[in-house]
């Protein structure tokens, strides 16, 4: 158990940012490109250190967001990506970072083979490595009129996500990987009243996709080794340049989801009122770990150490506190861009989650 967590992405220094523009209009190679995102890597990783973290990720540096391996990797996604409707700074429409499935699904490559590599032979610790659940593709990635073509449905689509996810993992595993995290924030879908009312416009129970899609995210683990690795599921609520997607409490899906799923850990976002409360955490088993994302990502303020303690005693009226953790609400840079904070801010808050951790567990 890692009692100060951290979702996994981080705030890309400038260089590397202006090093990714140079390679996409043709300025820089490839080679060079990997050399600059290295130097950032380790950069990072010697910060995780110094801030007293325990488990280590390369900061997502080699992404351009949290999901797009997934389409980088794998033949059978198309570029007509829906419009999704952001809230908070600079709210509006946009298209998501994500593609939308318009052929047969296969593999060309590992979605994280060059980035695990390096990870593992330069952390001083042990590391986690991040992937995009199952579930976050039956939201996102079926279009009506393009998905259906080759695809009789979500179902069919869906078990051959699970396949390249699962096949993943287990190399994952095989490579020696601590804590393998799913990111899902899509499962927001069914906190929110106004999206729950969408699906439902469109024939699709809310309830019984969640259902749905939690067995696919259980399907991607289901009978693999637990010894000397833990896997977790993070939920947010959306995440780029500090907006979001989704408002409302974990009550629609926690107890599907909670005590569903068979991961060790739970990351889940508390940092503001659109969360809801503590409640839903009676929903989590024994043996299972709640991790409090109680230190805003999307905000630069630093949020004291009595504030945190105080909200970490809140939920252990509802958990008992040996199965709570502290972290993040989620990523600085779910996205390459990044929230609307600094890169001192976010080292900053880090440290302040080690720092808080230390005084309530030890």
Not at 149 to 173: K, N, P
Not at 323 to 351: H, I, M, T, Y
Request: charged share 25%; aromatic share 8%.
């Amino acid at each position: 158990m890692y009692r100060a967590d951290h979702v996994g992405s981080l705030l890309r220094p400038a260089a590397l940012l202006e090093a990714r523009e140079q390679f996409a209009r043709g300025t820089l190679s490839e080679s060079a490109l990997r050399e600059r995102e290295d130097a950032a890597i380790l950069a990072a990783l010697e910060r995780q250190k110094q801030v007293g973290l325990e488990v280590f990720t390369d900061g997502e540096f080699r992404r351009g967001s949290w999901i797009t391996d997934m389409a980088e990797a794998v033949d059978g996604f198309v570029r007509q990506s829906r419009t999704i409707e952001w809230r908070g700074p600079g709210a509006g429409a946009e298209p998501s970072t994500s593609s939308v499935v318009g052929g047969r699904l296969k593999p060309r490559r590992r979605l994280t083979g060059e980035q695990t590599a390096f990870l593992k032979q330069h952390a001083p610790g042990r590391i986690k490595m991040t992937l995009p659940a199952p579930s976050n593709f039956w939201v996102v990635s079926w279009k009506a009129g393009v998905s259906d073509q080759v695809y009789a449905s979500r179902h069919e689509m869906l078990a051959d996500v699970v396949g390249i996810v699962r096949r993943e993992i287990e190399t994952l595993l095989a490579d020696g990987v601590a804590y393998i995290q799913l990111d899902a924030p899509f499962y927001g879908v069914f906190i929110d009243e106004q999206h729950r009312a969408t699906l439902r416009h469109t024939g699709v129970d809310p309830d019984q996709a969640l259902h749905e899609v939690v067995a696919a995210d259980n399907a991607a683990i289901a009978g693999l080794k637990r010894e000397d690795v833990t896997f977790g599921l993070h939920i947010c609520r959306g995440n780029s340049r500090s907006r979001w997607l989704y408002e409302g409490a974990y009550n629609p899906l926690a107890e599907a989801l909670f005590g569903g799923l068979d991961v060790d850990t739970f990351l889940l976002e508390y940092d503001s009122p659109r969360d809801g409360d503590f409640s839903p955490l009676r929903h989590i088993p024994a043996g299972k770990t709640a991790v409090l994302g109680l230190v805003s990502s999307k905000e630069p303020g630093l949020e004291s150490v009595d504030d945190l303690r105080r909200r970490i005693d809140e939920a252990a009226r509802i958990l008992p506190l040996e199965q709570l953790a502290l972290s993040p609400q989620c990523g600085f840079a779910s996205v390459a861009l990044g929230n609307l904070v600094s890169e001192s801010d976010q080292w900053r808050k880090l440290q302040r989650v080690v720092e808080t951790a230390r005084k309530v567990w030890g």
